[in-house]
């Protein structure tokens, strides 16, 4: 399968990458909750891709190199403007946000999934060994997905081989009795097996000594590793749910996990995490977020919370170019936004859809569309729309985003970190990963390793591969 950027042929496969053709787009709905109160990751612009002839990029004409806006609200914009993928390099949209805006916000633990990590080898460079070195802010191009990425996608935690919930169990309360904790063997344990599987293990824990495992482990532990473990053994959609109840609870609301949540999830995942919001905590999620949102982003939370995007695969190219139309009218084309037609367009469209409206824009305004959200919105809805444009281009570039900021300049973002490695752990964290070395230059478990520490850095390195 290609790189994110490149053609989709040409280049020798990479090891990991599902066969073209047999991939499905993205991980089973409903399979990764977030905990509610994690503060989305950052994102913001990318960095452009290098000009390879990546299918329909050469045809239009460069989005010149307009000045972009600062990246996310509160982040100082880093070194250049990194530009979206397809785009010929040179010209950035909006800088990168950075990631000091949120380190601030306090998360709630996030979850994983168990199964054997897989090791991928990470690219070092891009395919072909050479590496475009005109990066704008001196960062790798935003790769954009190949066709044949959106539909395989790969976690690097797999269903352990002749599971045995006991005997797990039984490994678990050794680890714990008596004088100190066995951490090691707890990670042994946690970082191999599936989501599925630690239910299971929960389930056996409490047959067989009368007690619960979560309570037990909780007074083991503590801090980071803590909030790891808890967030592993959480269902995923719970752990979604969980995530955003955090995330509004209390003063304050941190709407970038909002944001990294209810933006990025399919229609399943985002209908089940309503329900289990509702069942667990016993409140109307759209009416919590009513109360603590308001404006444009309120109403672009409420349209993401219908679970109702269109789901075909197919793209209508036609639609795309008018879309592309109406979207140029309703902000650069005139005095003003007219902030619905954006909503409506983004929050209805399927990704690959809205993929062909981004391209059909550059064309019809001579400028990307990531730039233009960010001339003409700022706050809170900037950063969400620009993730709905995030994703429809590259996921994965979405989150690998996320990740790099959460460890970037002083002090990390443990929850943001914590919870992307556990909810994409059986998703798509081997493409995460992948594109993690494109754009950074250096693979994400080196960045995890400068960044952490003890157990809960061999636990979070144990989950990503490493």
């Known amino acids: 399968m290609s790189y994110p950027g490149y053609p989709p042929t040409g280049y020798p496969p990479f090891p990991g990458y599902p066969p073209a053709g047999?991939?499905?787009?993205?991980?089973?709905?409903?399979?990764?909750?977030?905990?509610?109160?994690?503060p989305p990751v950052g994102g913001g612009a990318y960095p452009p891709a290098p000009s390879s002839g990546y299918p329909g990029a050469g045809g239009y004409p460069a989005p010149?190199?307009?000045?972009?806006?600062?990246?996310?609200?509160?982040?100082?914009?880093?070194?250049?403007a990194p530009s979206y993928p397809g785009v010929p390099p040179g010209q950035g949209f909006g800088t990168p946000p950075g990631g000091a805006g949120f380190s601030g916000y306090p998360q709630p633990p996030s979850q994983s999934y168990g199964g054997s990590p897989a090791q991928v080898p990470l690219p070092g460079g891009f395919p072909g060994g050479q590496m475009p070195s005109?990066?704008?802010?001196?960062?790798?191009?935003?790769?954009?997905?190949?066709?044949?990425?959106?539909?395989?996608?790969?976690?690097?935690?797999?269903?352990?081989?002749?599971?045995?919930a006991m005997r797990d169990a039984e490994i678990l309360r050794k680890a714990m009795k008596g004088f100190g904790t066995d951490e090691q063997a707890i990670v042994?344990?946690?970082?191999?097996?599936?989501?599925?599987?630690?239910?299971?293990?929960?389930?056996?824990?409490k047959t067989m000594y009368g007690k619960d495992l979560i309570k037990d482990l909780k007074s083991e532990l503590s801090g980071n590793m803590e909030e790891l473990i808890l967030a592993l053994f959480m269902p995923p959609t719970y752990y979604d749910a969980w995530s955003l109840r955090n995330a509004m609870k209390g003063a304050g609301t941190q709407e970038r996990v909002l944001i990294e949540i209810l933006c990025t999830r399919t229609n399943q995942e985002i209908r089940e995490i309503v329900r289990c919001y509702q069942s667990e905590f016993g409140r109307d999620l759209e009416k919590d977020i009513r109360s603590d949102t308001s404006g444009h982003f309120e109403r672009l939370l409420v349209s993401m919370c219908q679970g109702n995007r269109d789901e075909n695969q197919n793209v209508n190219h036609h639609l795309a170019q008018e879309d592309a139309q109406r979207l140029y009218q309703a902000g650069e084309g005139r005095?003003?936004?007219?902030?619905?037609?954006?909503?409506?367009?983004?929050?209805?469209?399927?990704?690959?859809?809205?993929?062909?409206?981004?391209?059909?824009?550059?064309?019809?305004?001579?400028?990307?569309?990531?730039?233009?959200?960010?001339?003409?919105?700022?706050?809170?809805?900037?950063?969400?729309?620009?993730?709905?444009?995030?994703c429809a281009l590259n996921r994965p570039a979405?989150?690998?985003?996320?990740?790099?900021?959460?460890?970037?300049?002083?002090?990390?973002?443990?929850?943001?970190?914590?919870?992307?490695?556990?909810?994409?752990?059986?998703i798509d964290l081997v493409q995460i990963k992948q594109t993690f070395s494109q754009m950074y230059q250096k693979t994400l478990g080196t960045m995890i390793a400068s960044d952490t520490s003890g157990d809960y850095r061999k636990l979070l390195l144990a989950i990503v591969g490493q």
């Open 335 to 390: 005095l003003g936004t007219d902030e619905s037609c954006f909503n409506m367009i983004l929050a209805t469209r399927s990704f690959p859809q809205l993929k062909a409206t981004v391209e059909a824009y550059s064309r019809v305004a001579n400028r990307d569309l990531l730039s233009s959200v960010a001339r003409e919105f700022s706050g809170n809805v900037e950063s969400g729309l620009k993730t709905i444009l995030q």
């Open 134 to 164: 005109q990066y704008p802010g001196g960062q790798a191009p935003y790769p954009s997905q190949p066709a044949a990425m959106t539909q395989g996608t790969q976690g690097t935690v797999r269903p352990a081989a002749n599971f045995d």
């Open 188 to 205: 042994d344990v946690v970082a191999n097996r599936s989501n599925d599987q630690r239910q299971k293990i929960k389930a056996a824990f």
């Open 22 to 38: 047999q991939e499905s787009s993205f991980p089973p709905p409903g399979q990764y909750p977030y905990p509610s109160g994690f």
């Open 64 to 80: 010149g190199g307009y000045p972009a806006p600062g990246g996310y609200p509160g982040a100082p914009p880093p070194g250049g």
């Open 398 to 426: 979405f989150f690998a985003e996320r990740l790099y900021y959460s460890m970037k300049g002083a002090g990390t973002d443990d929850s943001t970190l914590v919870r992307i490695v556990v909810t994409r752990s059986e």
